[in-house]
């Protein structure tokens, strides 16, 4: 048990939470502050890491926080950390933070996965640091126990019902704040980015580090840039792969927004791909039929769902099949072909074996996190009325995403005002931030990237990458903006200015 009578979840377990997407005292917007005065940092006692799967050079180790960062002295919970050593200590420059996107998605296997993808001039030169932001397993855990229809993906992302009434929606917020404000407990008040920032800078004192490196994917995007601006001489360099809106007035509610740019940036691709001759997962003759098919299909399984037994929901709705749609563009290259076969079995009103899905426990534990830092980092409108306009105009622009963008999440009904205000990133600081970004992203479209650069200012520079999918650096074989981020990271040479790499 951990010190809030918690179970820990097995450590191996952890990285496949889902993310619904997928704030005391506040700081003023845009100033850097520095969380209130504690008593120092332990250092951290590293011991073998549980499990199976990982580099057995992986240790691990547990760091005790605040709770609540406004009060240092009150109650603590424990933030588990990882590490692998820099593997040519004579060459060691500092520590490199990996930080996970999500929210909802810990990182603590992050020195044993993606952390091994580095080029070996990036591991000889940093210690490579993962953890399990707060609220995950196996850091004290939050469970807000939902209902598991609402674990739904076409729940957590806020589909309308198919005459565009989100009645529905609404009632779902309703009784999934109910249930994280009943079974949740008091640290789901205090999971949110700024939190996440301030528990990042404990981990860097515990490390006996001045200053930290970071590489932040996605959601860490945002963590990396929160972090970079409350402590910004605390940073030495900073990659930011796939990159977040950093509106301090929508937040969230910005990132949800985009789905709406990063499916119409993406289709193009995919209805391109599925009409290549020769490929055995063909869809039309043409790319230009691909998207009309898209729509009349999800229109006609609107209508009439196909029982999907062992899914969730147990039906291939419309929905279920725009859903299908946004997770395989992340992953065009592995996830196209299971979207065609998908489409194709739905025209004969055939479904595929459900697809696998993380243990409940893990889906319950990422959303619960996830809920808690979108609906604790901005206040939500809490008008039905305001949504269903939104909607409806969405569902019109967008058809491809149906009002989904536009919708209510669980933060419609979310009961706890923001503890800390939206941080707003800005210029001020050193000139050490290096943003890497496809140009064509599903989750965090190129137009909100664009801001995140613009906020920076001179900070910052930015890589645009010609290609598809979600995650830049390392993912997608780009050699320019691998080496240009390699390069980065293991020398500080950064381009003068934006570039783009084709």
């Known amino acids: 048990m951990n010190p809030t009578g918690k179970r820990r979840t097995p450590w191996t377990a952890v990285s496949a939470a889902v993310s619904a997407a997928l704030l005391a005292v506040a700081a003023p917007l845009g100033t850097a502050v520095a969380a209130p005065a504690a008593a120092p940092t332990p250092a951290l006692e ?7 799967g990982l580099d057995p050079r992986q240790e691990c180790a547990w760091l005790k926080v605040p709770m609540d960062h406004a009060h240092p002295d009150g109650p603590r919970i424990t933030v588990a950390v990882s590490r692998i050593r820099a593997e040519k200590p004579a060459a060691r420059r500092g520590a490199l933070m990996l930080i996970p996107g999500g929210p909802g998605t810990s990182g603590i296997n992050d020195p044993s996965g993606k952390g091994q993808k580095l080029p070996q001039e990036v591991r000889d030169a940093y210690d490579l640091i993962g953890f399990a932001p707060r609220g995950l397993a196996p850091s004290t855990t939050v469970d807000c126990a939902l209902d598991r229809a609402d674990l739904a993906l076409t729940t957590l992302r806020p589909y309308p019902a198919a005459d565009g009434s989100i009645t529905q929606n609404m009632t779902a917020a309703r009784r999934m704040t109910d249930a994280c404000v009943r079974n949740g407990g008091e640290l789901m008040r205090h999971i949110s980015t700024v939190d996440e920032a301030r528990d990042i800078d404990r981990i860097r004192a515990a490390l006996g580090e001045r200053r930290l490196s970071a590489w932040g994917v996605s959601y860490g995007t945002y963590v990396g840039a929160v972090y970079s601006q409350l402590f910004p001489h605390r940073t030495d360099r900073v990659v930011l792969d796939s990159n977040d809106d950093p509106d301090p007035t929508r937040v969230s509610r910005a990132w949800l927004a985009g789905f709406e740019t990063g499916v119409e940036d993406t289709f193009p691709v995919f209805a391109a791909w599925a009409s290549a001759p020769g490929n055995p997962d063909r869809l039309a003759g043409t790319a230009a039929e691909v998207r009309p098919l898209f729509l009349r299909l999800a229109a006609q399984l609107d209508r009439e769902p196909v029982p999907w037994p062992g899914a969730n929901p147990e039906e291939l709705n419309g929905n279920v099949l725009r859903q299908a749609a946004v997770d395989a563009f992340y992953a065009p290259a592995s996830r196209f072909p299971s979207l065609a076969k998908l489409v194709r079995a739905a025209q004969h009103r055939t479904v595929p074996p459900a697809p696998p899905a993380p243990s409940e426990a893990l889906q319950q534990n990422g959303a619960a996190v996830a809920a808690a830092t979108l609906c604790n980092d901005v206040a939500w409108p809490t008008s039905a009325a305001g949504y269903r306009a939104d909607v409806r105009k969405s569902r019109a622009e967008y058809p491809l995403t149906a009002g989904m963008p536009r919708n209510a999440l669980v933060c419609a009904a979310w009961p706890y005002p923001p503890r800390h205000a939206p941080v707003r990133i800005t210029g001020r600081g050193p000139s050490n931030v290096l943003l890497v970004q496809n140009a064509r992203d599903v989750g965090t479209p190129l137009s909100g990237a664009l801001k995140l650069r613009a906020a920076f200012g001179s900070r910052a520079v930015m ?23 390699s390069r980065f990271l293991a020398t500080g040479e950064r381009p003068r200015g934006d570039v783009r790499c084709g």
């Open 46 to 52: 590293w011991t073998a890491c549980p499990g199976r």
């Open 463 to 485: 890589v645009t990458v010609d290609s598809t999918g979600h995650g830049a650096y390392l993912a997608h074989g780009n050699a320019c903006g691998d080496r240009t981020v």
